[in-house]
């Protein structure tokens, strides 16, 4: 799966693209702006970029109204069309974000069952009881997604809404000529839906000569139940989310170690061995990265942890020049529209760091085996079938002189390029991170 040799950006588009929250109707092209960025993303070293939703919708993107329309705020089918044949001549491939949990209350179908009630032919599209009522006062019960009554939960054993969903990601694989889709609150849909999903998109490959990648947004649990051969290639790792900022936080790198360690490592009971898990330090839902960390030494840092564990890393549009924003600000401040992208020393560490990433079979294959942990610091070994690569992170305001048999002499850091010495032990100056590429040779 070409997605597990690849780095992610995730762009917001009503948001990068300042669009207004309400859908006002009026026809923008706002969508074009991404083309403006490309060039700033092909050089981070991107390899495909997951849009959040573009379809039409009631506000924010996740109150679908038409599955084959990109919202008017954003622009015209053609419009997108031609931002993803952009991206595609420039290498970068294209997820979009598959919101089929749940649609708006502007959804075609869901306003016909209020109008007709019982005589609705899409009655059966959603869970109804039209005995009750809503807090928006129907004159009908409907299952909203959590408690959340704009998003309007479909239900997914209907052959009518399959039927649906199934042809608008016929529309985007053919039209927009997409490369995976991110399935929104994986954690609430269907399994059934979901191997007949993979099944769907399978067949698409084949029928069009390319792999569809799906990764499911995942909170809690365990990301296997939907995660294997017949469901989704990936999910969002957001135990391992938690892990990275809160061990800079609290400087225990025990915590970290410890999740990847449970998820990664050699020992037969770790449970996502093998697997690849889309690794994040922030997103759209989240704190900003640069918001949340209460070290800003620690910034460079945590990416440096993100790429070198095992996954697939996604940067999301502004962090990689440190913008903050804070969840507490309400979800606006995490969303925002900034004019052009910034280039600066974090942004260049981390363009470093995609390429060491995505050149390394290690890196984007290897298993976890922990070398040397501390509070303050960690190394940790990622192993292939032919590369060996350490990846060490002194997060301490002093230098840390490292003992460990490295079982080799010499090595390369992927990151700077530069030759390391491992006589005598390895000094790792303050705020540093390496990537050590070795010999295969392991004991």
Known sequence: MWAYESTFYQIYPLGFCGAPFENDGKLEHRILKVADWIPHIKKLGTDAVYFSPVFESDTHGYNTRDFKKIDVRLGTNEDFKDICDKLHDNGIKVVLDGVFNHVGRGF????????NRENSPYLSWFNINLGGNSGYNDGLWYEGWEGNYDLVKLNLRSEDVIGLIFDAVRYWVEYFGIDGIRLDVAYCLDMDFLRRLRRF?????????????????????????????????????????????????????????????????????????????????????????????????????????????PGIPCVYYGSEWGVEGNKSDGDPALRRSYDKPEWNELTEYISRLE?????????????FYSVLLTNKQCIFERKSEHERVLVAINADSESFMAHFDAHCGRAVDLISGEEHDFGGGSCLPPYSAYYWKLSLIHI
């Open 355 to 367: 390429s060491a990433k995505k050149n390394s079979e290690a890196l984007n294959y290897g298993g």
């Open 108 to 115: 075609y179908q869901f306003q016909d069952v209020i109008k």
């Open 201 to 309: 998109t399978d067949e698409l490959g084949r029928e069009f000569g390319r792999e569809i990648f799906l990764v499911g947004e995942m909170l809690h649990g365990d990301y296997n139940r939907l995660v294997n051969d017949e469901m989704l290639h990936s999910a969002t790792n957001y135990e391992c989310y938690k892990g990275l900022y809160s061990s800079f936080n609290s400087m225990n790198m025990f915590e970290i170690n410890h999740s990847l360690n449970r998820q990664f490592g050699y020992e037969n009971w770790c449970i996502y061995r093998g697997k690849h898990l889309l690794s994040f330090v922030d997103n759209h839902d989240v704190t900003r990265v640069a918001s949340i960390l209460t070290n800003k030494n620690h910034l460079p840092l945590i990416y440096a942890l993100m790429f070198g564990m």
